[in-house]
T-cell receptor, first 114, second 114 residues
Framework: DQQVKQNSPSLSVQEGRISILNCDYTNSMFDYFLWYKKYPAEGPTFLISISSIKDKNEDGRFTVFLNKSAKHLSLHIVPSQPGDSAVYFCAAAPLETSGSRLTFGEGTQLTVNP | EAGVVQSPRYKIIEKKQPVAFWCNPISGHNTLYWYLQNLGQGPELLIRYENEEAVDDSQLPKDRFSAERLKGVDSTLKIQPAELGDSAVYLC????????????FGPGTRLTVL
């Protein structure tokens, strides 16, 4: 039972344009969400997070949007840069676990073309 | 600040052989995690330690997998005997008490069972 799902295995975007990565979840107990970025041969790196009391969190070029009623979140990268090319994982957790019990999605490979 | 260190980075063994992975977390991080990542999937939690105590090992296949974190610092994950299906990347992560939201991942150990 895949509780966190990233339906797009890959996404290709032109440099300077917006990248939108999507994530859906099924578990109503999830109320804390994170995005991790992973380069080849490295471990995942924390990117940005959001709790369910918000619907948007922004950090520089990265913005995460949460639609709790639809159980959907998305990561927007604007403008996209070639160095953003990586696998992006969505993760979710019940808030009381303070992010220590993460359930990850399958990942989306983002390729930003120069 | 040094990141999470894992060794070996790669390991190839024959089925039914034992194998062990080692992790050194970021200095001062009390919480340590072991994850399994299959190809094309996100990381899946195997076990979480708070200092020396395994506080969440519900996903650890205890018939063949074991882990320890003596002295609450380094940790070892062992598989005995290994099966073909154990081929995967084994990731270690750590987090601090002051920022339990953010897990820092090591580069992982890629295990191939022949």
């Amino acid at each position: 039972d895949q509780q966190v799902k990233q339906n797009s295995p890959s996404l290709s975007v032109q440099e300077g344009r917006i990248s939108i990565l999507n994530c859906d979840y099924t578990n109503s107990m999830f109320d804390y969400f994170l995005w991790y970025k992973k380069y080849p041969a490295e471990g995942p790196t924390f990117l940005i997070s959001i709790s369910s009391i918000k619907d948007k969190n922004e950090d520089g070029r990265f913005t995460v949007f949460l639609n709790k009623s639809a159980k959907h979140l998305s990561l927007h990268i604007v403008p996209s840069q070639p160095g953003d090319s990586a696998v992006y994982f969505c993760a979710a957790a019940p808030l009381e676990t303070s992010g220590s019990r993460l359930t990850f999605g399958e990942g989306t490979q983002l390729t930003v073309n120069p | 600040e040094a990141g999470v260190v894992q060794s070996p980075r790669y390991k190839i063994i024959e089925k039914k052989q034992p194998v062990a992975f080692w992790c050194n977390p970021i200095s001062g991080h009390n919480t340590l995690y072991w994850y399994l990542q299959n190809l094309g999937q996100g990381p899946e939690l195997l076990i979480r330690y708070e200092n020396e105590e395994a506080v969440d090992d519900s996903q650890l296949p205890k018939d063949r997998f074991s882990a320890e974190r003596l002295k609450g610092v380094d940790s070892t994950l062992k598989i005995q005997p290994a099966e073909l299906g154990d081929s995967a990347v084994y990731l270690c992560a750590s987090s601090s008490d002051r920022d339990t939201d953010t897990q820092y991942f090591g580069p992982g150990t890629r295990l191939t069972v022949l």
